[in-house]
């Protein structure tokens, strides 16, 4: 029988990078997160997983398995330092330090990382210039790319940072979309809220009730994420008072808080309501998510899944907010993972995960169209990437991509910053 890759699973919150890479062949065989509730529903749904739950700068990369095909995980960005060499000592960049550590340890073939967008744009651009730089060192070819999941059938518009790379000579290029995207700030595709979640009962109040199905899958997705699940769980909804109930039954399909009359629009919404959010603009000028109820429109992709997502996120049709079964799947969580904890922190689980049908489909990517075989041995690692789908960018997202350009274009200076960040790295 031939031996599946194997791969590791730092920051692996629920589970959702190793679902998605689990189905598409791969064997999981270690993970780890300091998040109690994640870490329980993590081994619930992989049992078989070795599985560490603890602070990662205590995790001794020695006792570690070996001989490794893929180092999997999206290390939080506490912070926006001053790039050089200063980078790696600063305190609020020790996460993401922490995966570079055991990445340079443990030398596996292949490498991906995921990160929110705002890491494009992270301290002038300089934020990212610098871990591109510290992974080229390590003798990895580097492909990063802004992925939007809707365009590889997630049921939401999610844009994450994702970054993947290999020492064994492949340039990679993420998988073709499955998907079309189209429209102001790519709100139509084929994968929409209803296609996810169409054959569920209605939702209740009740967190601890199990029920049954509506009918019969009605799509290939939700035959994927039902499985052989005949039943249905944690389909509940956060009850709300009559004020709050009046602005639901108010908005139609695609609304938001500011199409309410004024009286109804709370302070904390007003105040940010119309803000608006360019594509790249730098996260800590963000300011925060306006605090407003949205109504998601039925034949497009739903906003993308946060921690707020039971408290603002309205159903189309319903007037109520969504469940956190309809989160789930809207994530590409399969019926048969079951969340641990309270609410809150089952829905931040939720949230903070990589789709597990994006993870499945860049993992047998990875696997039909690269494998774990060495191409050939290059002068330099080699770093390519992407960093919007749209037409316009903003001036923070285009000075990050003339840095990116010129660290590419001076072959000189390039070699100049791999060899000392390397004896930065290795002292």
Avoid at 302 to 330: D, K, Q, V, Y
């Amino acid at each position: 029988m031939k031996q599946k890759p194997k791969a590791i699973a730092l920051f692996c919150g629920a589970g959702g990078l190793s679902l998605g890479f689990e189905r598409a062949g791969f064997d999981v065989i270690f993970a780890t997160d300091i998040d109690s509730d994640a870490i329980q529903s993590y081994r619930t749904f992989f049992p078989s997983t070795s599985v560490w739950r603890g602070d990662i700068r205590q995790l001794d990369s020695s006792a570690l398995p070996k001989n490794i095909d893929i180092l999997l995980g999206g290390p939080p960005c506490q912070g926006f330092s001053s790039a050089g060499q200063k980078f790696w000592d600063d305190s609020r960049n020790k996460l993401l330090a922490e995966y570079v550590r055991i990445l340079g340890a443990l030398r596996p073939k292949w490498f991906l990382m995921e990160n929110v967008e705002g890491l494009l744009t992270a301290w002038e651009g300089q934020y990212i210039c610098e871990v591109v730089k510290t992974l080229l060192s390590l003798g990895y070819n580097v492909t990063l790319e802004k992925i939007y999941a809707h365009a590889y059938g997630v049921p939401q518009r999610r844009k994450r940072v994702v970054l993947v790379g290999n020492r064994l000579g492949h340039m990679f290029r993420f998988p073709p979309h499955s998907h079309n995207v189209s429209g102001a700030i790519f709100r139509r595709s084929e994968a929409t809220f209803v296609e996810a979640t169409s054959d569920l009962p209605p939702a209740t109040t009740d967190a601890e009730r199990l029920m049954n199905y509506a009918g019969s899958p009605q799509n290939d997705l939700q035959t994927w994420l039902r499985s052989e699940q005949t039943g249905i769980s944690q389909h509940f909804y956060f009850a709300q008072g009559d004020e709050q109930q009046t602005r639901i039954a108010m908005l139609k399909p695609g609304q938001t808080m500011k199409d309410l009359p004024e009286e109804l629009q709370h302070e904390s919404f007003k105040r940010r309501a119309n803000r608006r959010v360019c594509d790249g603009t730098p996260s800590e000028r963000r300011g925060g998510a306006p605090s407003g109820i949205k109504r998601l429109v039925a034949d497009e992709p739903a906003l993308t899944i946060t921690g707020a997502a039971m408290r603002e996120f309205i159903h189309p049709s319903e007037n109520r907010p969504l469940s956190l079964r309809e989160c789930a799947r809207l994530q590409t969580f399969p019926d048969s993972f079951i969340f641990s904890g309270t609410s809150a922190s089952c829905l931040q689980q939720i949230a903070n995960a990589v789709p597990p049908l994006l993870a499945e489909t860049i993992a047998t990517y990875i696997m039909a169209e690269y494998g774990f075989g060495f191409v050939y041995d290059p002068r330099l690692p080699h770093f390519q990437f992407s960093l919007t789908q749209s037409n316009g960018m903003s001036p923070a997202l285009k000075k990050t991509e003339r840095m990116l350009k010129d660290f590419i274009d001076d072959g000189e200076v390039q070699l100049k910053m791999f060899e000392e960040n390397r004896r930065y790295l290795l002292s």
